[in-house]
């Protein structure tokens, strides 16, 4: 997977318009995934949903800043992945993630999110589970 710069610029300018609003969008996300899903509620019980929404905007953080080099994260996307199987995630679990990351942004973004934006998005997030699925 290679992004373009068009691509890498659209995923940068749109998560930067969620910077202060993180812990927001975090909780946005595990609201509408446990909404798609409710079954995946169980799988989060180690820490507060708040935790968990800040360690998952922690990651993706990380992501945005490594836009330039992401092929070179398979190795750490592997890893990720390996942790997540050990949560007792699944291969179908990852397409209700991508969903509920999609709806975030567009519902958080509103009108600032566009459809071009949206697909720079889709493109990495199918990029980032297909490294870290089993």
Do not use: C
Request: charged share 25%; proline share 4%; no cysteine.
């Amino acid at each position: 997977m290679e992004l373009s710069q068009t691509e890498k610029q659209l995923i940068r300018d749109s998560y930067a318009k969620i910077a202060g609003r993180k812990q927001e969008a975090g909780q946005i996300f595990y609201d509408r995934l446990f909404a798609l899903d409710a079954s995946l509620r169980p799988m989060f019980h180690r820490a507060p949903i708040e935790t968990q929404a800040a360690k998952l905007m922690q990651v993706f953080d990380w992501v945005v800043e490594h836009l330039d080099r992401v092929p070179e994260l398979k190795s750490e996307l592997i890893a990720l992945g390996e942790k997540h199987a050990g949560y007792g995630v699944k291969v179908d679990h990852y397409p209700i993630v991508g969903s509920a990351l999609i709806w975030t942004l567009k519902n958080t973004l509103g009108k600032d999110f566009s459809a071009e934006a949206e697909a720079a998005w889709i493109e990495l997030y199918t990029y980032l589970s297909n490294q870290m699925e089993p």
